[in-house]
């Protein structure tokens, strides 16, 4: 039940209002459905209960004729209503008609036995209208208005009845009279008041058990959604067999919740294998870093994405997968992850149909554009290395001849092997390339090469071109051109999949603010969109609720639950039951102030109509002192908020009623005692009565009254305080259902005592004393048998009661439980999908795709005017690899690689470089930019050593690289020499491609730093001039190198940048 019994007492009505149609099936099949059906068993039990002890107690039915025919027709009436109430569909339809049809055949069954078999007395059925009452709080379908307008109801016009017949027969003085008709007033209020309270909680408990379980079905559909996402998202950056092995390992991670440390050897797992009979296509567009140079930032993703998408396009129908673009250079591999038998002829088609595709987009546009190809058919290792920005990549010497076939090749040719000839069974005409010379690595192992004849080169082509477009493209740039072109080929978006169309849940809230992005802003169009989507999700989720809820509602759900025991109630979970037992109970106080209410209105009945003596004023002095000091304890923290500003010495006052709801072996004891104080206290001064001092004469004696009746008319009114006694039971809604048990069961063995054995001398006597022994009343008219009859009902009504509200006890505390976890494993997920993005995509560039569900469909791009680029690498590598069978055909070689890069990768997570972005590895060869992260253009042109800081920081990343690289040598006996090329400037950087999208940086100054690696000196950081005057200004060192030829650049002057020395102290701290 409800943990903030608070807050539902307080806004109760407004909780009520508008739950909607989905809540009020659930209702209906929850509380109403079920315990209207065990209201009716109830009253046939007691029906049938009443018809045998009428008999079994020798009484005649002539003598009760108008009783027992009630109780005949009663069993009838309630017998045709127990067969609608069996079938859902018609409680569904006609709750409240039948609901409104048993609460009048329950006031008429009262009023008939108020009239029958007896005499009428000022207390008589007083207990048949408190059980109506409570039944109609309880277990019927009414609202809380129309409950309290029916209870009280019920409750003025059985006053009004009593009070009207009982005055016109003087059964005793009018003073005695209108004293029990005060104290029937006050149990009947008491009644409506422990009924409207327990069905505020019960029904707002309701209402949170609901809204749990709303809230785990969201959670359930949104991890759906995540699970799914995350599935799109990590298998578009790995093939589906390395990637549960990987996601396995990162969750793991997650749940420990630790930060990323130094040492991160569940990270250093090797996830590579290898795979034979594979072929290898690498291709380069020739012309292409000519004509990226005019091109804007825009075009030049636009082109790229374009370009690719469409290569991608030609893999996918060519069963090929693409393993990673470098630049304007995109290599595949076809036999991978599963074998392939026509693996060459795959890659061989695929080459001639990207140099097709190259040839319609040059004829279409008039740029000077071509496609390169080259294919190798050989072995491959293929996984991932590194911590972070995973690239799926392949290395083997068949890799590396691959390459070496494309770069040997020629323009609109595919260039292959003999190798992938031997595969391709005569299935196309080749000829023989002289071009090893173009390839000093090819000449050098005596490569036979070949170039494949395309079938369709004689086809007319002219189809696909654009005519329409012929006249502009004079008058156009050939990006522009190039750029109008590619958009017709519609290539799809990268991450267009993560779009929140394909989310199951709609998010609480809509974005209220765009990014400030070179991105077009959303339309009014796709504003609509997003909300017909949302609109059809939320109707979906509905649609959904409403049939889950069915099920959930369902009575036999506990039986065939796996987390209940269906006799116990217990959960099957032995840690799940520890935690229910021991959870916080604020709703404590209001369980104990309700309990006080019950026992004040004892005391004023028994006040009003009991024999008062010492023992009466002691025993409830000393009871009510225990209850204000309980109450105080509970409302300490109430009563601190009210003296906020009073002594200091007050303010402990919060941690009494903390105390008493937190701690289960403090609170359960006081319950206990508190129910055992208002049941004691019931019935301890009927022993404080006058014993056998009966009256010899009769109520309607000629003689004057026996003055001692009060103590005759006081008995039933003592069975109806133990009543309300068993009502205070119900009160502690949380308290086990087997404690409520063991206390109704005590308490009604001893009433029962009391009243059929040390007591019945009082029943007998007012009998005697009402009838003179001319006629024997029925047995609702006998105080004994009555109070007897009317605790056995209590009984049996409140432990159901307390049996259902067990159930909903815990079935909120599960749902709650759930929730927690499903929210556990969302977040696991979130932070997963996070970790895999940020694996592809710098930090804030992955905010932009997933963070704020931003639109998709527009490609993301962004340039700067300084980014500083780094290219390290370790040449003497690729003679370190070997494919022999002592390293396991180079997996141990690649082993050690990925150990020097993960070392590489943690140096990332050190707060000084923070701004250091790993773009991706190549090879041996690692890349990563400084800069990104700031906004494009300068931040303060006049503080032009602060906008260069990131350079010096690049730098002293590089001497970190340096270190690391020793360290490494130390432990594994090698002497690797690390080779590095920094430049800075201006660079466009983007994502492109949908199968696999890539972040990455283009530009002259990418090329630059390329060279300045390739160009360089092991153990050296090779930087350009420009690049040496900034890092002189920051107090670096650098050492002239001389005049260098660069290709594609011609002459030019570089700097070595001194590492054996650190910048001075002033510039030095702005790193820090």
């Known amino acids: 039940m409800p943990e903030n019994s608070q807050t539902q007492l307080g806004h ?49 039915f002539s003598d009760n004729v108008g009783f027992l025919v009630t109780l005949f027709c009663a069993l009838g009436v309630f017998s045709i209503l127990f067969i609608p109430v069996c079938i859902k569909k018609v409680v569904q339809k006609c709750m409240q008609i039948i609901g409104v049809v048993i609460l009048g055949c329950l006031v008429t069954l009262g ?126 950056i790995l093939p589906a067999y390395i990637a549960t092995e990987m996601k396995a390992e990162i969750i793991e991670r997650l749940k420990e919740k630790r930060p990323q440390p130094e040492n991160t050897n569940n990270f250093h797992n090797l996830y590579i294998k290898r795979h034979k009979d594979v072929s290898i296509l690498y291709a380069d567009i020739v012309g292409f870093t000519l004509l990226s140079s005019e091109c804007s930032p825009k075009e030049l993703v636009l082109m790229l994405n374009e370009l690719f998408g469409k290569f991608d396009q030609i893999a996918k129908d060519n069963e090929c997968m693409r393993i990673k673009i470098l630049g304007d250079c995109y290599y595949c591999v076809s036999g991978l992850p599963e074998f392939l038998p026509n693996h060459a002829k795959n890659c061989v088609l695929m080459g001639l149909d990207m140099c097709q595709a190259i040839r319609k987009l040059r004829k279409a546009t008039g740029v000077d554009i071509n496609m390169r190809v080259g294919v190798h058919s050989g072995n491959v290792l293929c996984g991932v290395i590194g911590l972070q920005k995973w690239q799926y990549d392949v290395w083997s010497h068949d890799v590396t001849l691959a390459n070496h076939m494309e770069a040997g090749g020629v323009p609109g040719r595919v260039h292959i092997t003999e190798a992938t000839l031997s595969h391709l069974e005569n299935e196309y005409e080749v000829e023989d390339a002289t071009l090893a010379q173009r390839d000093l690595y090819l000449k050098e192992n005596n490569i036979k090469t070949y170039l494949v004849i395309d079938p369709r080169a004689n086809d007319g082509e002219a189809e696909d071109i654009l005519p329409s477009k012929s006249a502009e493209v004079p008058k156009m740039r050939a990006s522009v051109r190039m750029t109008r072109y590619l958009e017709s080929w519609g290539a799809e978006k990268p991450f267009a999949h993560l779009s929140h169309r394909d989310s199951l849940v709609p998010e609480p809230h809509s974005i209220s603010h765009s990014m400030d992005l070179p991105m077009s802003p959303l339309s009014q169009t796709w504003s609509q969109e997003k909300s017909r989507s949302t609109r059809e999700t939320n109707e979906s989720l509905n649609d959904n609720n409403f049939h889950i ?351 020097i890069i993960a070392d590489f990768d943690e140096l990332l997570s050190k707060p000084k470089f923070s701004s250091v972005e790993k773009i991706k590895t190549i090879g041996s060869a690692y890349m990563a930019a400084t800069g990104l992260n700031a906004t494009s253009g300068q931040e303060n042109p006049q503080d032009g050593d602060r906008n260069y800081n990131h350079i010096g920081i690049m730098v002293e990343f590089a001497i970190a690289l340096i270190g ?52 360089g000196v092991l153990g050296k950081i090779q930087v350009t001039e420009e690049t040496t005057k900034v890092l002189e200004k920051l107090g670096y060192k650098c050492e002239r190198r001389g005049v260098i030829k660069v290709k594609g650049k011609g002459q030019l002057c570089t700097y070595f940048v001194s590492t054996d020395m650190a910048r001075s102290g002033s510039q030095g701290n702005v790193l820090n």
């Open 12 to 60: 109760y009505r407004q909780r009520c209002e508008k739950e909607g149609p989905l809540y009020e099936t659930y209702y209906r099949l929850t509380q109403q459905y079920p315990v209207i059906l065990l209201l009716l068993l109830i009253v046939l039990a007691v029906c049938c209960a009443l018809i045998i002890i009428t008999f079994a107690t020798g009484r005649t």
């Open 111 to 236: 009023y008939v036995f108020i009239f029958t078999s007896g005499l009428v007395s000022a207390w008589d059925q007083i207990y048949w209208t408190l059980f109506v009452i409570i039944s109609l709080y309880t277990m019927l379908p009414l609202g809380m208005k129309w409950a309290i307008f029916a209870g009280l109801s019920c409750f003025v016009a059985h006053i009004i009845v009593l009070s009207v017949y009982v005055s016109t027969v003087r059964l005793l003085p009018r003073d005695d009279v209108a004293l029990q008709m005060i104290a029937d007033a006050v149990i009947l209020l008491c009644g409506n008041v422990i009924g409207g309270y327990h069905k505020c909680v019960t029904e707002s408990a309701l209402k949170d058990t609901y809204h749990e379980a709303i809230n785990f079905i969201h959670s359930r559909l949104k991890l759906v959604s995540q699970e799914r996402q995350q599935e799109r998202l990590l298998l578009s």
């Open 549 to 899: 809820m069915e099920v959930l509602a369902s009575q036999r759900q506990w039986k065939r639950s796996k987390d209940f025991n269906r006799i116990t109630l217990y959960f099957n979970d032995k840690a799940a039951e520890k935690e229910y037992r021991l959870s916080d109970l604020p709703s404590f106080k209001y369980y104990t102030a309700c309990c006080f209410f019950i026992f004040a209105c004892n005391f004023i009945v028994q006040i009003l109509v009991s024999h008062k003596n010492a023992a009466f004023g002691i025993s409830y002095g000393i009871s009510f002192f225990f209850f204000l000091l309980l109450l105080f304890t509970c409302f300490a923290g109430h009563l601190a908020r009210c003296i906020l500003k009073g002594p200091q010495l007050l303010h402990w006052l919060p941690s009494l009623s903390i105390a008493l709801s937190s701690r289960p072996w403090l609170r359960v004891p006081l319950g206990v005692f508190t129910i055992l104080t208002v049941l004691v206290m019931a019935v301890f001064n009927l022993f404080f009565l006058p014993d056998n001092n009966c009256p010899q004469q009769s109520w309607n004696s000629s003689l004057s009254p026996d003055p001692e009746p009060q103590m005759l008319y006081s008995l039933p009114y003592y069975m109806y305080c133990c009543i309300l006694g068993l009502l205070a039971c119900s009160a502690f809604l949380l308290m086990n259902f087997e404690a409520k048990l063991i206390l109704l069961s005590i308490a009604l063995v001893i009433y029962n005592v009391i009243f059929l054995e040390t007591h019945s001398w009082l029943s007998d006597c007012y009998v005697n004393w009402l009838y003179m022994n001319h006629s024997r009343p029925g047995i609702l008219k006998e105080p004994k048998v009555m109070g007897s009859i009317s605790l056995f009902i209590f009984f049996f009504t409140l432990l159901a009661l307390s049996r259902q509200n067990e159930y909903y006890c815990r079935l909120d505390f599960l749902w709650k439980r759930k929730f927690k976890m499903e929210r556990e494993r969302i977040e696991t997920m979130e932070n997963l999908n996070r970790v895999l993005l940020e694996n592809v995509l710098p930090a804030d560039v992955a905010q932009q795709f997933i963070g704020q569900n931003r639109r998709n469909e527009d490609l993301y791009y962004q340039s700067y005017d300084c980014v500083c680029v780094l290219f390290a690498s370790i040449p003497d590598f690729k003679e370190f690899y070997t494919e022999c069978d002592e390293n396991h055909e180079g997996l141990e070689c690649l082993r050690l690689l990925n150990e």
């Open 964 to 1015: 690391k690289l020793d360290l490494i040598n130390k432990h594994s006996f090698n002497n690797f020499k690390l080779r590095v090329g920094i430049n800075h400037g201006p660079v466009v950087a983007g994502v492109i491609g949908a199968q696999k999208p890539q972040y990455d940086i283009w530009g002259n100054t990418v090329n630059v730093a390329s060279r300045m690696d390739s160009t």
